[in-house]
């Protein structure tokens, strides 16, 4: 089979790295990749978003299954253009139509969906910018801090929590008047603050059987202690040590089992991950958002936890066997610890040679922002690398990380040396 996997970051490389182990793979395109995707397939560089390049790829290639890594794409309807075009219907693409991407795309949309469903989530309300005042009057009924959500995509920084009631008045009204992300905060969720453990949980779905993977927890801010500016994750862990299968349960029958059948009800044609975000309070479980998408750095704990073959799953999806493929899922603790540029998630210098990567031990690197240049591995984006380990406990995996973290060097290199602190 000549599969096509969208993306260039680490959890690309992560697909890549599993998928060319499987025996139904024979060959493996990554559009545009990084370094070390290269080293497993073939790197073809072009945009996420340049639908008729990516089909003249496709053709050229004999491509048969398109695997779509981040969710632009999948919000801007790649894979409704895939599936009205005649010279593309054939391809099998792992990740939902444009309505479905919604659930990511807008948080409004997300909301109302978990509302109609009885799925479990924040009190909210949305607003325009002709209810600002009544925007006020909401916020003033809740309790501090404050959660203000731009509806649509804002990479990743479209979500404020602010402490202070004067303070999110102002940031409100920046958002829907002074249209501080664009389009993208058009319309505004306010919604209540929920308290506990983050938790991600993700599922393969081909629209009406499903499979749940690994869980994992992840580490988003900058500083030691969970401190300092949001990023786009410093670090994962899986399994997470409070999660069994009575909490799976929970899981799977308060949140997944409807989620599916909201789906089939709304004739929302859904075959790809179900990325959902949880707080965990008491037990109890809570959505704080859907994502249509696999997580970085959550991938890199994932996937190698996952034993079964990848692209055989997928390729159930695209004949109808998905249901009856057996999945099985190492019981192996995975951790992951990203190195990041030096200023990152602000202002960061690229360009920086890489060395060490010859010198590491039991661990498996993940490309996240790297180039090639005359022979040299060079720094290309803020968070760089992936270090993921395995090991019968957090700590004899971390520990193998952070010793191979020391190993790699780049100027103005930076890790979080506390990812598992709260888990161990």
Same mark, same amino acid.
């Given at each position: 089979m000549n599969v096509l996997i969208l993306g260039s970051g680490g959890r690309e490389h992560a697909f890549a790295w599993k998928i060319s182990q499987s025996s139904l793979c024979k060959?493996?395109?990554?559009?545009?990749?990084?370094?070390?995707?290269?080293? @497993?397939?073939?790197? @073809?560089?072009?945009?996420? &978003?340049?639908?008729n390049g990516i089909k003249e790829i496709c053709i050229k290639e004999k491509i048969e299954m398109l695997i779509v890594g981040p969710e632009d794409p999948l919000v801007n309807g790649i894979t409704d253009f895939?599936?009205?075009?005649e010279k593309l219907k054939h391809i099998t693409v792992i990740g939902p139509s444009k309505?479905?991407?919604?659930?990511?795309?807008?948080?409004?949309?997300?909301?109302?969906?978990?509302?109609?469903y009885n799925i479990p989530t924040a009190k909210y309300k949305s607003f325009t910018k002709d209810t600002l005042k009544d925007g006020y009057i909401f916020l003033e009924s809740l309790n501090p801090p404050y959660v203000l959500k731009a509806d649509g995509l804002a990479a990743g920084k479209g979500v404020l929590i602010i402490d202070d009631i004067e303070e999110s008045k102002i940031i409100l009204e920046d958002m829907l008047i002074n249209r501080r992300f664009g389009n993208a905060s058009n319309t505004v969720i306010i919604e209540e603050y929920?308290?506990?453990i983050e938790l991600s949980v993700f599922v393969l779905t081909d629209g009406v059987s499903y499979?749940?993977?690994p869980c994992a927890k992840d580490y988003k801010r900058i500083g030691e202690g969970d401190t300092g500016l949001n990023t786009g994750g410093m670090g994962a862990i899986s399994p997470v040590p409070f999660v069994d299968r009575f909490f799976i349960e929970k899981v799977e029958n308060e949140i997944i089992k409807p989620t599916i059948k909201g789906l089939r009800k709304e004739n929302i044609d859904y075959k790809g991950f179900i990325f959902i975000g949880l707080m965990v309070e008491n037990g109890n479980p809570k959505v704080i958002e859907y994502n249509v998408r696999m997580g970085d750095p959550e991938t890199e704990v994932v996937i190698p936890r996952i034993k079964s073959?990848?692209?055989?799953?997928?390729?159930?999806?695209?004949?109808?066997?998905?249901?009856?493929?057996?999945? &099985?899922?190492?019981?192996?603790?995975?951790t992951t610890v990203m190195l990041v540029s030096g200023g990152y998630p602000e202002k960061y210098i690229k360009g920086e040679k890489i060395s060490g990567l010859d010198k590491i031990n039991d661990s498996t690197i993940f490309h996240s922002g790297?180039?090639? @240049?005359?022979?040299?591995? @060079?720094?290309?984006g803020g968070r760089v690398l992936a270090i993921t380990s395995t090991g019968n406990s957090i700590q004899e995996s971390l520990e193998k990380s952070f010793n191979n973290a020391e190993k790699i060097k780049f100027k103005g290199k930076y890790y979080r040396k506390d990812i598992g602190f709260d888990l161990i």
């Amino acid at each position: 089979m000549n599969v096509l996997i969208l993306g260039s970051g680490g959890r690309e490389h992560a697909f890549a790295w599993k998928i060319s182990q499987s025996s139904l793979c024979k060959k493996l395109l990554i559009a545009p990749g990084n370094a070390g995707t290269s080293k @497993i397939g073939e790197n @073809i560089n072009i945009s996420l &978003n340049d639908f008729n390049g990516i089909k003249e790829i496709c053709i050229k290639e004999k491509i048969e299954m398109l695997i779509v890594g981040p969710e632009d794409p999948l919000v801007n309807g790649i894979t409704d253009f895939f599936k009205d075009d005649e010279k593309l219907k054939h391809i099998t693409v792992i990740g939902p139509s444009k309505k479905g991407a919604q659930l990511e795309g807008s948080k409004e949309f997300s909301k109302k969906f978990m509302s109609k469903y009885n799925i479990p989530t924040a009190k909210y309300k949305s607003f325009t910018k002709d209810t600002l005042k009544d925007g006020y009057i909401f916020l003033e009924s809740l309790n501090p801090p404050y959660v203000l959500k731009a509806d649509g995509l804002a990479a990743g920084k479209g979500v404020l929590i602010i402490d202070d009631i004067e303070e999110s008045k102002i940031i409100l009204e920046d958002m829907l008047i002074n249209r501080r992300f664009g389009n993208a905060s058009n319309t505004v969720i306010i919604e209540e603050y929920l308290s506990g453990i983050e938790l991600s949980v993700f599922v393969l779905t081909d629209g009406v059987s499903y499979k749940i993977l690994p869980c994992a927890k992840d580490y988003k801010r900058i500083g030691e202690g969970d401190t300092g500016l949001n990023t786009g994750g410093m670090g994962a862990i899986s399994p997470v040590p409070f999660v069994d299968r009575f909490f799976i349960e929970k899981v799977e029958n308060e949140i997944i089992k409807p989620t599916i059948k909201g789906l089939r009800k709304e004739n929302i044609d859904y075959k790809g991950f179900i990325f959902i975000g949880l707080m965990v309070e008491n037990g109890n479980p809570k959505v704080i958002e859907y994502n249509v998408r696999m997580g970085d750095p959550e991938t890199e704990v994932v996937i190698p936890r996952i034993k079964s073959d990848l692209l055989n799953l997928f390729n159930g999806i695209k004949n109808g066997s998905f249901s009856e493929i057996d999945f &099985n899922i190492s019981e192996k603790y995975a951790t992951t610890v990203m190195l990041v540029s030096g200023g990152y998630p602000e202002k960061y210098i690229k360009g920086e040679k890489i060395s060490g990567l010859d010198k590491i031990n039991d661990s498996t690197i993940f490309h996240s922002g790297t180039l090639k @240049i005359n022979n040299n591995l @060079i720094t290309n984006g803020g968070r760089v690398l992936a270090i993921t380990s395995t090991g019968n406990s957090i700590q004899e995996s971390l520990e193998k990380s952070f010793n191979n973290a020391e190993k790699i060097k780049f100027k103005g290199k930076y890790y979080r040396k506390d990812i598992g602190f709260d888990l161990i």
